[in-house]
Protein backbone atom coordinates (compact mmCIF):
# COMPACT_ATOMS: atom_id res chain seq x y z
CA UNK A 1 0.00 0.00 0.00
CA UNK A 2 0.71 3.52 -0.69
CA UNK A 3 0.45 6.63 2.40
CA UNK A 4 0.88 9.96 1.24
CA UNK A 5 1.21 13.03 3.55
CA UNK A 6 1.08 16.24 2.53
CA UNK A 7 2.35 19.59 4.39
CA UNK A 8 2.56 23.28 3.46
CA UNK A 9 -0.32 24.87 3.37
CA UNK A 10 -1.66 27.90 5.29
CA UNK A 11 -3.05 31.40 4.81
CA UNK A 12 -1.01 33.88 2.87
CA UNK A 13 -1.82 37.78 1.11
CA UNK A 14 -2.31 38.10 -2.22
CA UNK A 15 1.04 38.05 -4.07
CA UNK A 16 2.36 35.63 -1.81
CA UNK A 17 4.23 32.59 -1.92
CA UNK A 18 3.73 28.79 -0.48
CA UNK A 19 5.05 25.95 -0.61
CA UNK A 20 3.19 22.35 -0.65
CA UNK A 21 4.67 18.77 -0.23
CA UNK A 22 3.57 15.33 -0.45
CA UNK A 23 5.86 12.28 0.67
CA UNK A 24 5.26 8.67 -0.50
CA UNK A 25 5.73 5.85 2.05
CA UNK A 26 4.59 1.91 2.17
CA UNK A 27 5.74 -0.46 -0.12
CA UNK A 28 5.47 0.34 -3.59
CA UNK A 29 7.79 -0.64 -6.54
CA UNK A 30 7.75 2.19 -8.40
CA UNK A 31 5.54 5.79 -8.70
CA UNK A 32 4.65 6.89 -12.19
CA UNK A 33 3.07 10.48 -12.60
CA UNK A 34 2.81 12.62 -9.41
CA UNK A 35 0.76 15.57 -9.37
CA UNK A 36 -1.51 18.36 -7.41
CA UNK A 37 -5.68 18.74 -8.08
CA UNK A 38 -7.60 21.37 -6.03
CA UNK A 39 -11.06 21.53 -4.63
CA UNK A 40 -12.75 24.98 -4.09
CA UNK A 41 -15.95 24.65 -1.73
CA UNK A 42 -18.97 23.99 -3.90
CA UNK A 43 -16.30 23.26 -7.49
CA UNK A 44 -15.33 20.02 -8.67
CA UNK A 45 -11.71 18.85 -8.11
CA UNK A 46 -9.62 19.61 -11.04
CA UNK A 47 -6.00 19.11 -12.05
CA UNK A 48 -3.32 22.12 -11.38
CA UNK A 49 -0.26 19.91 -12.49
CA UNK A 50 1.45 16.87 -13.15
CA UNK A 51 4.85 15.68 -13.29
CA UNK A 52 6.16 12.24 -14.76
CA UNK A 53 9.05 9.94 -13.40
CA UNK A 54 11.36 11.29 -16.30
CA UNK A 55 9.98 15.16 -15.03
CA UNK A 56 7.79 16.02 -18.05
CA UNK A 57 5.50 18.60 -16.39
CA UNK A 58 1.97 19.76 -17.15
CA UNK A 59 0.11 22.65 -15.92
CA UNK A 60 -3.43 24.58 -15.69
CA UNK A 61 -3.62 27.21 -17.48
CA UNK A 62 -5.03 29.07 -14.37
CA UNK A 63 -1.53 28.52 -12.95
CA UNK A 64 0.98 28.38 -15.57
CA UNK A 65 3.95 31.04 -14.82
CA UNK A 66 3.39 31.25 -11.12
CA UNK A 67 3.53 27.48 -9.95
CA UNK A 68 5.95 24.87 -10.57
CA UNK A 69 5.75 21.49 -9.84
CA UNK A 70 9.04 19.21 -8.89
CA UNK A 71 9.60 15.84 -7.60
CA UNK A 72 12.53 13.82 -6.09
CA UNK A 73 12.50 10.74 -6.75
CA UNK A 74 14.58 8.98 -4.12
CA UNK A 75 12.36 10.63 -1.90
CA UNK A 76 9.13 10.21 -3.22
CA UNK A 77 8.13 13.35 -2.97
CA UNK A 78 6.79 15.81 -5.08
CA UNK A 79 6.58 19.38 -4.64
CA UNK A 80 4.06 22.55 -5.55
CA UNK A 81 5.45 26.09 -5.25
CA UNK A 82 3.18 28.12 -5.76
CA UNK A 83 4.17 32.32 -6.59
CA UNK A 84 2.11 35.23 -6.74
CA UNK A 85 -0.94 33.39 -5.08
CA UNK A 86 -4.69 35.32 -6.03
CA UNK A 87 -7.17 34.53 -4.02
CA UNK A 88 -9.16 32.42 -6.85
CA UNK A 89 -6.22 30.18 -5.38
CA UNK A 90 -7.74 29.66 -2.48
CA UNK A 91 -8.48 25.60 -2.11
CA UNK A 92 -7.70 22.35 -0.77
CA UNK A 93 -5.09 21.05 -2.53
CA UNK A 94 -4.88 17.26 -3.01
CA UNK A 95 -1.56 15.30 -3.74
CA UNK A 96 -2.40 12.61 -6.26
CA UNK A 97 0.24 9.48 -7.26
CA UNK A 98 -0.03 6.68 -9.60
CA UNK A 99 2.11 4.19 -7.93
CA UNK A 100 2.11 0.51 -7.94
CA UNK A 101 2.14 -1.73 -4.87
CA UNK A 102 4.78 -4.46 -4.47
CA UNK A 103 2.33 -6.91 -4.56
CA UNK A 104 0.24 -5.64 -7.37
CA UNK A 105 0.79 -6.00 -11.11
CA UNK A 106 -1.26 -2.83 -12.22
CA UNK A 107 -0.87 0.97 -11.28
CA UNK A 108 -2.82 2.46 -8.91
CA UNK A 109 -4.13 6.21 -8.04
CA UNK A 110 -3.26 7.11 -4.50
CA UNK A 111 -4.61 10.51 -2.65
CA UNK A 112 -3.23 12.43 -0.12
CA UNK A 113 -4.98 14.08 3.24
CA UNK A 114 -5.50 17.71 1.62
CA UNK A 115 -4.06 20.73 2.68
CA UNK A 116 -5.56 24.24 2.76
CA UNK A 117 -4.43 26.98 1.15
CA UNK A 118 -6.24 30.37 1.54
CA UNK A 119 -5.04 33.11 0.15
CA UNK A 120 -6.31 36.92 1.33
CA UNK A 121 -7.36 39.96 -0.71
Known amino acids: QVQLVESGGGLVQAGGSLRLSCAAS????????MGWYRQAPGKQRELVAT???????SYADSVKGRFTISRDNAKNTVYLQMNSLKPEDTSVYYC???????????????WGQGAQVTVSS
Open 96 to 110: NVHARPSSATYYYNY
Open 26 to 33: GTFRSINV
Open 51 to 57: ITSGGDT
